[in-house]
């Protein structure tokens, strides 16, 4: 994000301070008797602790039943949330918070600095043993890193309550996006004498206490999580919905007959469904850019296929897929072609030239050829290469269709089909040729994106490692305005084609009409089911 | 017989530790753990994480654990996905609703399969039989991942007569038992038919006939009995197969049972939830095998313990 942008967006925090932000209902509108909301998971919730949760389902559930720094509003920009407002100190490196005074824990006792101490401590403490440990050395708090390997103690963590409602943060280095990573729900505070009491059954229904619009009031595992409102959040007042229940339905299309047969106020599209339920239900029917990247991963490390090495090979892959075909025939949900790293919605984030992107399909056939003939390939020494992909019909058909394109310019795709942990397990051991690889980014910035591709990211599987790449990275933490370091970045990943960008992600999903409030230009789709009502129909 | 039920009871122990060692081994050499993640967890992290789920320890150590566990407190661990569950509270909130709609599939199972196997072959080569045969053929070849959709899209979306799934009450079993018993029912079907057949042309029912006993003594009486052998000893794994629940029918009608955590703890690697499950299922299996075999005792005299 543009450092200007950013200052606009601490003072718009700061400008709303004392404003309600909860649903916002107009005037002259008729809210429904039944102001319950019901909406679809796919999967079982695995916690309700904010410091152990690592699903993106997770983090819907927590965010009404918690509240952290932060929120974002319908179109992802920040407001407060038990934070007013901050300061950062001249060098950029120490954040202020004030913190309201009339946030309250769900049992009545007051939300306090000390409550953010503990919780971020907690989420480093090699005792928690925190799955999303590794996000709080991300945002750069001083001394994390040496937190989670157990080197210091928690208490050196640099987060101090300087009283009751101010919390200052010590972060390594400058970063200008730190705001933005506070709505992220592992940073949200919990409650120490609930959880000391309670051991890990704090997060049971009944014994949880949250400070979020909504407390839980029932949790089968698998079949249904049910929150109702809760009376002592600080803006109760302009809370609607008064009941949000989840339920689990695992499999999408049982989720939209579901749906269809009124069960459920919202629900994600299957795949291909989009054109027909846009016709019969424009008024239901909802594509809106999503903050994920899919691409196949190459293996240009020392395990990886010789060929592959070869620059001029994996452009002539890249050139060769035609990306159209897959949005427009396969997907048909309003996702984008993609011929960049970084989602093309990114909030301060623009596409730089990238050339091929400009072509027609038939140039980039022509010059993959031509470029795979130059690195030694052809009839008289064919390409053979492996492509593997997590079980999936669309990954299954998107693999299909490259492997029919890449036919065109002579090279043979074998297509391997594995489940999820042994995909993954086969990718972090460098057991692969090209992968199906997808990224969400964890906050609305393009860094969340470009990070991953630098050498010592940790998650860089193809082990594309490039002096001047991590140059560039490095350089834009702490640029004023590091945009035209990110489109640098994103040439050279297209100079070099480590990774074949395939498309940008739209989130496809039906949303009974008389919901209003729903988030649609919030890149990352959080959403509080405190600004969400019901109109009369 | 007393002496047998011990003895087979003695037997079960080393065979469930058998068990308990190969799936151990089995699921831990499967590539990846209960940690891999699309992000790969610094390595100081998942050190964490495996000593706090005592996965540094060696395999044998873990198994040793894992045992004593179970046998000092009946502990059989903590989930390692489900953070706040342990594996006894994920079974006892996910069995007793699989028990439930399991129990009630094979009543209608055996009711419904029993009596159209008998009615189709007593009233041999006639329509009833044709029909019954087609029936049971038909639901034998119809798989439930096909049927649990189809009902779904009558009953729910096109009837609205029942809700689409969840479990809140009985009008929520409907559907999980007919999808879960449909085939079982048509194999007793036609398990009872055949073996019915052969008995009615065996010697002591003419005998029985030729004394002079009404039909229906004869079916209900001298028949029935012997023609049931076959079904019992099907009717025992089919009953554990049944209230362990069915993958298939926890998806379609969300109904939180231990069929889909079973599959789940395999594919997330949550290795404590998958030794829990197989264990009950592998104790079941055995427990009903000793039933069915102290049945066969009760229904054919020829069978001495």
Known sequence: MKITTLLASSVLALSLA?????????????????????????????????????????????????????????KGGLVPGVALSHDVSEDGKTYTFQLRDDAKWSNGEPVTANDFVYAWRRLADPKTASEYAWYIELMQVENAADVIAGKMAPDQLGVTALDDHTLEVKIAAPMPYFPQMLVHTSTFPVPQKVIEANGDNWTRAGTLVGNGAYTLTEHTLGERVVMTKNDTYWDAEHTVLDTLIALTINDVNQGLTRYMAGELDRVDMPAGQYPRMEKEYPDQAISVPYNCS??????????????????????????????????????????????????????????????????????????????LAEAGYGPDHPLTLRLQYNTSEDHKKIAIAASQMLKQIGVTLTL????????????????????????????????????????????????FYNDAYDAVIKQSKTAEDPLPLYQEAELILADQMPIIPIYHYAKVFMLKEDIKGWPVDNLNQSWYGKDLYRVAE | MFSYI???????????????????????????????????????????????????????????????????????????????????????????????????????????????????????????????????????????????????????????????????????????????????????????????????????????????????????????????????????????AMITGSVVVDIYFSTGGIGKAFVDSALNRDYAVMMGVTILVGALTIFFNLVVDILYGWIDPKIRY
């Open chain 1, 18 to 74: 004392w404003q309600a932000q909860a649903a916002n209902v107009p005037e002259g509108v008729t809210l429904a008797q039944n102001q319950t909301y019901t909406f679809w998971l796919l999967d079982a919730i695995k916690s309700m602790d904010p410091q152990l949760n690592t699903d993106v389902e997770g983090s819907d559930v927590l965010r009404n039943l918690f509240e952290g720094l932060y929120n974002e509003d319908s």
């Open chain 1, 294 to 371: 899919y691409i196949y991963m190459l293996n240009v490390g020392p395990k990886g296929p010789e060929a592959l090495k070869d620059a001029r090979v994996r452009k002539a892959l890249s050139y060769a897929i035609d990306r159209d075909v897959i949005v427009d025939r396969i997907l048909q949900g309003g996702q984008h072609a993609a011929y960049n790293w970084t989602h093309w919605a990114t909030a301060g984030f623009e596409i730089p030239d990238i050339e091929y992107a400009d072509w027609t399909q038939a140039e980039r056939v022509e010059k993959a050829k031509e470029l």
């Open chain 2, 6 to 240: 011990l003895k087979r009871l003695a037997i079960a122990v080393p065979t469930l530790l058998v068990l308990i060692v190969i799936s151990f081994v089995l699921m831990h050499s499967a590539p990846g753990g209960p940690f891999t993640a699309e992000r790969k967890l610094p390595p100081e992290v998942l050190a964490n994480l495996n000593a706090k789920y005592g996965l540094d320890d060696p395999l044998w150590k873990q198994i040793g654990t894992y045992v004593w566990g179970i046998v000092s407190d009946f502990d059989f661990g903590p989930s390692f996905i489900y953070k706040d569950r342990t594996v006894n509270e994920i079974i006892a909130q996910g069995f007793p609703i699989t028990l439930t709609y399991g129990l009630l599939s094979f009543v209608v199972a055996v009711v419904v399969g029993v009596s159209l196997g008998v009615a189709a072959a007593v009233r041999h080569n006639t329509l009833l039989d044709y029909i019954a045969v087609g029936v049971s053929i038909g639901a034998q070849v119809l798989p439930n991942f096909v049927m649990a959709p189809v009902l779904v899209l009558v009953f729910t979306l096109w009837l609205g007569w029942l809700p689409g799934g969840g479990w809140q009450g009985p009008e929520y079993w409907i559907m999980p038992v007919i999808a879960l018993s449909t085939s079982f029912m048509a194999s007793i079907a036609r398990i009872t038919r055949s073996s019915m057949l052969e008995v009615l042309t065996s010697n002591h029912i003419r005998t029985a006939r030729a004394k002079g006993l009404p039909e229906r003594r004869v079916i209900l009486r001298h028949a029935l009995k012997p023609a049931l052998l076959p079904v019992i000893s099907y009717l025992g794994p089919a009953f554990v």
């Open chain 1, 416 to 463: 391997d089909n594995y489940e999820w942990k042994v995909h993954t397990d086969r990718m972090q051991n460098q057991d692969f040729d090209m992968a199906r690889y997808a990224w969400c980014g964890d906050y609305n910035e393009a860094s969340t994106y470009l990070d991953l591709m630098a050498s010592y990211s940790g998650h860089n599987n193809g082990q």
